[in-house]
């Protein structure tokens, strides 16, 4: 019996980066959230089922631009400014973006979500809106320098992309803005340059079909859908 002659290989870089990892887990989320029933709001935000589902796809949807994010900081290192945040990255690698403001809008909102920058808000009639006694920041939050450029206090939205600033309001519309201002993110990054952002394994499951991720976007509903209670 004759050996078989060993095969050489040769080595090959690998970059650990996690976001296309999180592709069908977000996928799995957005149809548990879209399954339920949208009921309209109440005084400080939808039912706490909804709102779970909606801040677990924002933060994770913030931590799949992110990774991507370093991908590139690795392959174009002596473009990183130390201090900047993921907006302000990314304009720099990318002249040409056109959605940083809307990104700046994303990016604090997911901040806001996953260290649950708190309201202290008031409730005097049951159908009332309810009314802010104090911000996050009047309660001790160290908010981001250009966090009243982006929030208006006195709504308690983003001033560009109108997402709630609150995290017990954000809901499947917060949800469809940032999936749908991540995704175009990640399409022209990988358009730019795909190897440094190889937006790859990104075709998922959802309800029994074979689809790219960023056919969720019109799964969507529009605005002002919500059944009243």
């Known amino acids: 019996m004759v050996d078989e002659p060993e095969v050489k ?88 973006l056109p959605n940083v403001d809307a990104l700046k809008d994303v990016y604090l909102v997911g901040k806001i979500a996953s260290h649950n920058h708190i309201w202290n808000l008031e409730l005097t009639e049951p159908e009332a809106a309810a009314v802010t006694l104090k911000n996050p920041r009047e309660l001790g939050f160290a908010s981001k320098k250009d966090y009243e450029s982006i929030v208006d206090v006195s709504t308690r939205k983003t001033r560009l992309l109108q997402l709630n600033a609150s995290p017990t309001a954000l809901d499947r519309h917060d949800v469809k803005v940032v999936l749908e201002v991540v995704w175009t993110t990640l399409m022209f990054m990988a358009a730019e340059n795909y190897d440094h952002t190889p937006v790859h394994a990104h075709a998922i499951r959802f309800r029994g079909k074979s689809m790219g991720f960023g056919e969720l976007l019109p799964l969507f509903p529009s605005a002002g859908t919500a059944k009243t209670p």
């Open 9 to 96: 290989r040769e080595p090959f870089d690998i970059f650990t980066v996690v976001g296309s990892s999180l592709f069908q887990p977000l996928a799995d989320l957005i149809d548990k959230l879209l399954a339920k029933e949208e009921r309209a709001p109440g005084p400080s935000g939808p039912s706490c089922a909804e709102n779970g589902y909606a801040v677990a796809i924002i933060v994770l949807l913030n931590v799949v631009l992110e990774s991507y994010l370093a991908r590139v900081k690795v392959r174009r290192p002596s473009e990183v400014q130390n201090g900047k945040n993921v907006p302000e990255q990314l304009g720099i690698f990318f002249a040409s």
